[in-house]
């Protein structure tokens, strides 16, 4: 007998179909929930004491909220570092009882992928790091807020930053984020290893120019059937070694008013002209640097540079971290980085901004008062002494804030640490434009033509502009 | 039974019921509905959004979007100096991983079908690398393919062959990538062990009988009846290998001089470095097609060349 009427104690059809749909509805609800998930406080809901009142009315105007807000902080701060912003954190959350931040390391590699598809999508991290081009990038598609008036009712001193560090942040009048670490010292250092120079017997020599450097790591490079036994110095194979170069022979990468590519200039050729010279004669080729470098990067303690196989080095400033972990005796000394002496109008010069240069945006989507929150946050690991200052002082890094690098700490952990900050003041901030990852990889194609031999240096550069060229007038013929 | 009823009863039964052939088919759609959703929403809308953003410019990251007809199209094949490059990458890459991760995992999976002490633990052994994750794989394979102190060239070196500079030279990195390839081909073995397992052993001993020898019983017999089980691995090492990514990525992204830009590569360049979203998306629809054809194709011949019975 078949009957529409349940059994008692048995579930109807129709019944269990009108439960699925109840529970598919509430799961749509779910889902569409607000972005921010408030969490229950325990502490006061106004902030306490410890923080420092903005003297300023909030930028929002919005009251102060009821509960928590979560600050979704996406970074890419990990390993040892990442216990150190926990401790930032920790620090923030006391004084900012009304919020809470999550501190969500994310893998390198994918990182761009993720930042993107984050940012676009309706639910994104309330703080994202991100670098100095994506920000750009970001913000000329207004996908993030500026925080000029946060700046402005908090009544914070850009000038405590160094110029060339806060100017990186700027889009067209208006300020996306505050720095940290720094943009710069990223190509203005130069390392020598003082004990390889005493094992050979000589005296310890930092090579101020283009052709000194060429001598002495002539005459230490060591080369066998396999590759290079041991290096004197390389110039790099790829773009950012030839823009670190070619500021040092007063050559840019684009026009002031960012509508030229300029790197194919006689600065650009020559440049380019010495470094492939450089690695062919006395490295004995493209492929025999890559071999000796060959490994899981820089930060491994397997690099030629902490097993006495490497004179001089071009590194970042987080080399003084590493140093400390796998070489903490290791006599070294150091420099800026050596130009061209055959240009009479060259310098030494390092980059800043120009990769890198990491930023912390927000979200334009956020509601008001998350914005705010985040922006509280953002100040903290950028702006406040407990904060970016403290977070950069425990990995010997300078700070993008002056006065933080003043402190005894770094003369007491580096011994030459008032050449860093000499380095550093030779850092320009680069002007470059959102599809700047795109002319940075064409540019790399044509450093890459000439260094396997494919063209000359003036022919791979010329064909790499023309390239790029197109990519700019590309850009600026959309926004006319 | 009609005649003993209600008047209201009657006319009930006189409306219409749903048939149970009605009922059995929403009761079916109700149960796949979980899939078919899943399936539309990440699979068929994403499929047509891509086409569609294929004909404009999107960037994700907000900018105005426009339709930019064939645009697209037009810079993959003719303006793009690195989309043939990607192009002809990846074809040597296909031509030769595919083959070769067939013969090897093949051949493997005829060792193991044989009954010797241990069996159990070498196919273990052989299945492992497998289920390693490819970025655990990758570091492991970058220590191997090392010029002065890597493994192969330690053998290189003991064979008295001259060493290879595996990721250095542009003319040995996609080999690299190949070799490293074979790693992962546990799962396909599995497949053949499986389908040799399957063989009747009476076609085995009626060729034995007949005088066949070892070869002639591989060729003759094993072959023929694992035709099926070659054709799925063919089609899976064709589409996969179309879909190359995560090693030269990892490993030498896309260097050296461009050697391993593989076609997936280059289109994450476009959508995730450069925003160029509409682009990245007209170079997936190009992929699409071939792949699609190609796979057709392969399906089409495969009447000549497998054997079902």
Redesign the interface.
């Known amino acids: 007998m078949s009957s529409t009427v349940a059994e008692p104690g048995r579930v109807s059809?129709r019944r269990l179909?009108k439960l699925?749909s109840m529970g598919v509805m509430c799961s749509l609800v779910a889902c569409a929930a607000p972005s921010v998930t408030p969490v229950p406080t325990k502490g006061p809901t106004q902030p306490s004491q410890a923080q420092e009142a903005p003297s300023a009315t909030p930028v929002s105007a919005t009251p102060a909220p009821k509960e928590a807000i979560t600050i979704r902080f996406w970074n890419v701060w990990g390993a040892a570092r990442e216990e150190l912003m926990n401790q930032i954190i920790a620090r923030f959350e006391e004084q900012n009882p009304g919020i809470k931040v999550q501190n969500l390391v994310q893998p390198f590699?994918r990182r761009?992928?993720n930042l993107?598809?984050a940012?676009?999508s309706s639910d994104p991290p309330e703080v994202l790091m991100a670098t100095r081009a994506e920000l750009l990038?970001?913000a000329?598609?207004?996908?993030i807020v500026p925080v000029t008036e946060y700046v402005k009712a908090y009544n914070l001193d850009l000038g405590r930053f160094y110029d060339s560090e806060i100017g990186n942040m700027w889009w067209k009048g208006e300020l996306y984020s505050m720095p940290m670490p720094t943009g710069g010292g990223i190509t203005c250092l130069t390392l020598i290893n003082q004990d390889m120079f005493n094992a050979a017997g000589k005296t310890p020599v930092i090579p101020k120019t283009w052709s000194e450097l060429w001598e002495v790591a002539k005459e230490f490079t060591e080369l066998d059937p396999?590759?290079i036994v041991k290096i004197g110095a390389t110039v790099g194979t790829g773009a950012s070694d030839f823009l670190a170069w070619l500021y040092c022979n007063n050559g840019s990468v684009y026009s002031e008013d960012l509508r030229q590519v300029t790197f194919a200039s006689e600065e650009g050729i020559q440049t380019l002209d010495w470094m492939v010279r450089f690695t062919n004669e006395i490295n004995g080729g493209?492929?025999n640097v890559?071999?000796f470098f060959?490994?899981?990067g820089e930060a491994t303690e397997a690099q030629p540079w902490y097993n006495d196989k490497q004179l001089i080095n071009f590194p970042n400033v987080s080399i003084f971290f590493h140093m400390k972990t796998y070489k903490p005796d290791m006599k070294w000394d150091m420099g800026p980085r050596p130009f061209n002496g055959a240009n009479p109008n060259a310098k030494s010069q390092g980059l800043a901004g120009e990769a890198f240069a990491w930023s912390y945006v927000i979200p334009k989507v956020l509601k008001p008062e998350v914005r705010d929150a985040a922006f509280k946050w953002v100040r903290k690991i950028t702006y406040d002494e407990d904060g970016g200052c403290w977070f950069m002082q425990q990995q010997g890094r300078p700070s993008p804030l002056k006065a933080c690098n003043e402190a005894q700490l770094y003369y007491d952990a580096n011994v030459h640490w008032d050449k860093v900050l000499e380095a550093l003041k030779t850092d320009v901030s680069v002007q470059i434009m959102p599809?700047h990852?795109?002319v940075r990889?064409i540019l790399n194609?044509g450093v890459?033509?000439a260094?396997?031999g494919?063209k000359t240096p003036a022919q791979a550069l010329q064909d790499a502009a023309r390239?790029a060229q197109a990519v700019v007038d590309e850009y600026w013929s959309?926004r006319s | 039974m009609i005649g003993r009823m209600p008047v209201a009863g009657r006319a009930a039964a006189a409306r219409p019921r749903p048939s149970r052939g009605w009922l059995r088919r929403w009761?079916g759609l109700?149960f796949v509905a979980p899939w078919l959703l899943a399936f539309v929403a990440f699979d068929a809308i994403p499929i047509f959004s891509g086409f569609y953003h294929s004909f404009t410019d999107w960037?994700?990251?907000?900018?105005p979007t426009r339709f930019v007809g064939l645009a697209n199209y037009r810079e993959a094949f003719t303006r793009d100096?690195?989309f043939w490059k990607a192009v002809t990458n990846t074809l040597y890459y296909i031509g030769f991983s595919v083959p070769i991760g067939i013969v090897t995992a093949f051949s493997v999976a005829l060792l193991l079908n044989r009954r010797i002490r241990g069996t159990t633990l070498y196919r273990t052994i052989y299945y492992l690398p497998s289920v390693v994750p490819t970025?655990a794989a990758t570091?492991v394979w970058?220590f191997i393919f090392?010029?002065?102190r890597g493994i192969l060239n330690w053998v290189l070196e003991f064979l008295h062959l001259p060493?290879v500079?595996w990721?250095?030279?542009?003319a040995w990195a996609k080999p690299a990538l190949i070799i490293m390839s074979l790693w992962g081909m546990g799962s396909s073995m599995v497949i053949y062990l499986a389908g040799l397992q399957g063989v009747p052993q009476e076609l085995y001993e009626a060729a034995e009988i007949d005088g066949a020898s070892g070869w002639q019983r591989l060729v003759g017999v094993t072959v023929p009846l694992m035709t099926p089980t070659i054709f799925f691995n063919l089609m899976m090492g064709l589409i996969n290998a179309f879909q190359v990514f995560n090693s030269a990525?990892?490993m030498t992204g896309g260097?050296?001089?461009?050697a391993t830009l593989f076609y997936m590569l280059h289109l994450?360049?476009h959508a995730?470095?450069?925003?160029r979203m509409g682009y990245a998306a007209a170079l997936a629809v190009v992929l699409f097609v071939v792949v699609l054809t190609l796979t057709a194709i392969v399906n089409r011949t495969s009447d000549r060349w497998v054997y079902y019975s």
């Open positions: 059809r179909l699925a590699e761009e992928e993107l598809t940012l676009a990038k970001f000329d598609d207004g996908l396999k590759g493209v492929q890559t071999d060959a490994g899981p599809e990852a795109r990889d194609q890459q033509s260094m396997f494919e390239e959309k | 009761v109700a960037s994700i990251t907000g900018s100096p690195l970025v570091i970058t090392e010029t002065r060493i500079r990721l250095s030279d542009p990525f990892i260097g050296p001089f461009n994450y360049n995730f470095r450069y925003f």
